[in-house]
Structure formats: C-alpha cells, structure tokens
C-alpha cells in the first residue's frame, strides 16, 4: 500500500528532492551526486518502475493520485509503502519553481551504470555522445535509438545527463528502456569499442566524408555512430580516432542538421 501524506507547508524537509528543479546548474551536479533522477508524469513514472527503478517518493495533487495509485499497483515490489506526498497546485509550483501540468513527479533512485565493456557485449549498433549539452537533444536522440532501434548510447564524461527531467521527458522515457552508461578518458572509450569489434563512425562535415547514403550501402557489421556537440561537432581527437567520417549530403544552402535530427537519419540509414 501507499502511504499517503497531505502537505501544505512547501518548505517541509521532506519535500527536499524536488526543490529548485528549473535550476539546471544545481540539479545537474546535485542529483547524480544523491543518487535520484526525477520522473515526470504518471508515464514516465511508469517506465521507471517498467525498468525495475526504484521510487523513492512521489509528489503529485489529488486531481492525479488515482493514476498514481493504478501505476504503481502494477508494481506492488517497487512501490510497497512508497511515501506520496499531496499538495495543492500552488504548494507544488512553489515547490518545484514551475507549473507541474503533467501533475505528477517522483525521485527515483538512479541505477548502477555498467562498464562500456559489458554494454558492448551483445550490441551490433552503438551511439556514442561527445559532449553534447543540450538536455533536449540528448532525450531526442534516445528516443530515435529506442525508436529505430539500436543496441545502446554511451555518453562522454562532459555530456549532459540523461537522466536529467528534461532529457526523460523528450525521451518520452525511453532512456529508462536504452541500455546505457557514461565513458572515461576517450582513449578508453575507443579502447573498449574496437576491443569489442566495432568499428567506429564519426558523423561530421570534412572535406573527405563519405555520403551517407554511399556508406550505408556496405555498412560494418559492428559499427559505433559517433555525434559530437552542438555548434562545433566533433573534437579533433574524436575525428583522428575514427575509422571512417560520414555526412549527411543537404540541399538549399543548408550544411547540417540538429544532432538530434541527424541521429535519426543516420541511425535509420544504417539500422
């Protein structure tokens, strides 16, 4: 069963995993270090406890604690005695520092990340992120992997989180159901990649880049796609480790797409 608690007072400790959640800065050092990742949605919160995430809390209103309830007595092992905290929308907006219109949040406590070398075992097709920081392209390419349907994302040290709220939320939580984790040094990461028989592909606009549509013609069987920051692409050093550099052939005075976009096309190309 659920243990339900009425609050009114917004600075009851309590309440203290979902506080100041619009500030990115704070929440994208605080969170990894306590160990909680916030859910947003009764959807979300449903993918979580679909991954087998353990939730720590729920805050939520009354309008929203009867889907509560039917989520979580499908998972009566995660949830049993889960603290749901109630409060009325404006004790929540003080709280959370926005509207909470999709009426639901919950901590959850993150998982363990695995070693890139045990992610690499099974998969045939791997994204790797370097250093993209935007928390909505991260979340939109998970849910391209998840959706065309490679094996796993691996994430440089300086990428933002995926478990971030907004990168859940774009994901449509799927960087619940992708399996992933986050690299070391690059030389490690590379390492571990063509240790595991991959073969490494940078998406970028070099003179020498392959089409995509010719390379994906012949494509390798193991084959890691790597994406690399917004505005400035890939650093050199990812460059010079890669085995082959592809682009995305564009018309109309245009040279590149969105990262996120320009996942979707070269997953979907070499899927």
Known sequence: MLSIHSLSDASDERLSDYRDLTDVALRSRREPQEGIYIAESLKVLERALLAGHFPLSVLTSDKWLEGVQ??????????????????????????TGFHV??????????PELPPVSDLLQRARR?????????HTNVGAIFRSV?????????????????LYRRSVRVSM???????????????????DVTSAGFETVALALT?????????????????????????????????GSADHVVSIPM?????????????????????
């Open 207 to 239: 003179a020498e880049a392959t089409p995509l549509d010719v390379f994906s013609e012949n494509p390798p069987e193991r084959l890691a796609l790597i994406l690399g920051t917004e505005g400035d692409g890939l650093s050199p050093e990812a460059l």
């Open 101 to 110: 219109h999709r009426g639901t949040l919950a901590s959850i406590a993150r």
């Open 173 to 191: 939580g799927t960087v619940m159901q992708v399996p992933w984790t986050r690299a070391g040094s690059w030389s490690e990461l590379i390492s």
């Open 126 to 134: 791997v994204v790797i992120l370097e250093n993209v920081v935007d």
């Open 146 to 162: 998840a959706g065309i349907g490679a094996d796993a994302v691996i994430v440089s040290e300086s990428c933002a989180d995926p």
């Open 251 to 271: 018309k109309g005075a245009v040279d590149s797409l969105n990262v996120a976009a320009a996942s979707a096309v070269a997953l979907w190309a070499l899927r």
């Open 70 to 95: 039917d989520v979580c007595d499908r998972f009566p092992d995660l949830c049993a005695d889960m603290p749901v905290y109630l409060a009325s929308e404006s004790v929540l907006e003080s709280i």
